[in-house]
């Protein structure tokens, strides 16, 4: 054959664009960047798992709940265990105090620290989620508009569709490697919202692809259904659609049962139309595959079966206590409960473990050694919970409780601090939020009086704040929290004591007797603002306390008293004792009080002091640090993220060791 020659080579201008050569090398470049993004995160959090790792707080939950029999003691070995605990005098590892004002490196985190935790209202998101957004989703644009001529040809972003399934379902999964390599406190409700806006974004590629092929065929007379890639195509932007506007946060919270249904089934029907429609996406399903094969084998090693009993309060709590499940869990975290009761073994429902694991615990008095959870009457499965259970016991009043079985899975979730490295420590609980404020008070006054701070916990001051409807709610938790003060203050001979305040906030004025004597408590009636109380916190007290400047009866607020917690039951009505005085009042309380206003008005502080604080927990100086923990409603939650980024930013943040912060919001 004639040697023809070298072919010709096509001028540039003249080049067609080959979507199927060029596409595929965007999604390696897309993939590229979101590997090294997380990698980068997981280095950044390496100092921390290590940390979780050598104190037992990661990776011991990893094959989740176990029984531990050699741990069961008798009440009078727990007790001596106990005296020998606090009588041991073994040098303790010592935690360095942390001066950040000579670390110009530890100044520049804390101000990235600071910025990034600012909440934005409505949005639900802290500055720093919206950042990770933000670079995420113009990463997915870039990827997808570079040198693509997508109104003629549209596969670019198709492609994109694709390279998208690994990073939504990595953050998707309960069982995540990547919650695993994040330390403590990083578990799937943490990170799912970077599954939600993948998720977006993966909508925001497959509308551009799906619309401009479209109008392409609109504009060259071609139909949009009948062929086989083109119906399938169409089938899969209406399932993606589907399944990202049930995602929507009202969407979700009012039909949360549908919206599981519904999801669940969608993206098997997703999956199957896109292999369908694109030959190019089999390999892309693979590594979601592989992600949720993980989740669905740690969830059956988790997987447990026990006896549990439920006890109603009235009705509006249910606690379900699940015995001799002793271990393989920490303080903090969650599980998710089937109930084996009316035919609902198919609701699992997330509640949090509200004590510390036996070993640690200073309440198993209280609690039967093992796992309490607290169930509060919010929606259909609680009522019917706590329904059950109330009949249960009619029918029996010999029994204070029922028996049923419970499925676990789990655990999850936790706490992203470790309280023993912070000096003062700050519990923040709105409502059902106490269960977890409450479990993690358990672990460290455990960790520092029961055990000796066997890992060098150097926390002295603790102030537990807890905001509730109605006095009787106290009741439900006063057992523990009376345990709890009493077990601190057995700390006060000792070398390194521990302080414990007990602030209880009411914003409804109803049943004052209710009252519980919990030592070292103050119960108010006012709605308190968490950078007030913070910052009563941090700052060394005063001989003479410039608190709270209320305004006189004259004005729309009204004035205040102080009523003696031992005198409520003998009074008729905390109204009828309010000052007249038309002055502006000062208020100043003993200990023991209880604070509140006539008709119940909500009080704000202007001067921006809490009296309770800063005279019943002894000062130590500066450094040390502060850890806040916040659980409850979004709105909560919100504020106190807010408190402590804006304390991070102040010269008095910085005197105090700096001011981290973990959030626990009670939301779906």
Known sequence: MADTGTPPVIPVEFKQYDSYAEAPAWQLKFSVVWVA?????????????????????????????????????????????????????VPMRQIPRRDWRKNWLSKVLNLAGATFLWTVPRLELNIGQIFVITGYLITVILCMVIEAPLLENSNRAGFIVLAQFPVVFLFA??????????????????????HRWCGRGMLI????????????????????????????????????????????????RAYYDYFYILHLFSFVAFFVTVCYHSIYAPPWIFPPLAFL????????????????????????????????????????????????????????????IMT??????????????????????????????????????????KVSSTQVQVMLDGPYGGCSLDLGRYETVLLFAGGSGVTFTLGMLDDIVGRCVRLGRPNGERTRRIEFAWCVKSFGTIEWFAPALMELAAKTASSDGSSTPLSLHISVYVTCLCDPEAVPPIPNCDVTILRPHVHHILSDLINPPFSQLPLAKFPSPKSPKKTLTSINQHEIPTLPSLTSSASNDDQDSVLVTEPGHVMTTREGDD????????????????????GGGVGVCASGPTSLVREAANAVAQMKLSKRGLEMGGIDIHVEPYAL
């Open 173 to 194: 999964t309960k069982n995540s490697i990547l919650s695993l390599l994040l330390g403590p406190g990083y578990g799937y409700e943490r990170l799912n919202y970077v």
């Open 356 to 397: 510390a694991p036996p070993s640690i615990s200073c309440v198993s008095d209280v609690y039967t050694p093992g796992i309490t959870l607290g169930a509060r009457v919010t929606g259909d499965w609680t009522r019917a919970l706590n329904k059950y259970a109330q009949e249960k016991r009619c029918l029996d009043s």
């Open 603 to 622: 009080i704000e502080f202007t001067g921006g002091l809490d009296p309770h604080i800063s005279r019943k927990l002894p000062w130590l100086g500066d």
């Open 205 to 252: 590629a497959a509308a551009v692809h799906g619309a401009l092929w479209i109008k392409n065929h609109l504009t060259w007379g071609f139909p949009i259904i009948g062929q086989q890639k083109e119906t399938s195509g169409v089938a899969s932007l209406g399932l993606l659609c589907a399944i990202t506007i049930t995602s929507v946060k009202s969407v979700r």
């Open 293 to 352: 094969g993980l989740d669905l084998l740690l969830r059956f090693l988790r997987f447990r079966i026990k006896d549990a009993t439920l006890t109603p309060l009235a009705k509006q709590l249910t606690m379900i206590n699940i015995p001799y499940c002793t271990d393989g869990w920490t303080a903090g975290q969650h599980v998710r409960i089937r109930v084996f009761f009316g035919g609902r073994i198919f609701e699992s429902h997330p509640l949090t």
């Open 37 to 89: 993004a997380v990698g980068i995160f997981i280095l950044f959090s390496l100092p921390r798992l290590i940390r979780g790792i050598r104190s037992r707080r990661a990776m011991h939950d990893i094959f989740g709940v176990t029984e531990d029999v050699d741990k069961y003691m008798t009440l009078f070995d727990r007790d001596f265990y106990d005296d020998d605990a606090k009588s041991n005098n």
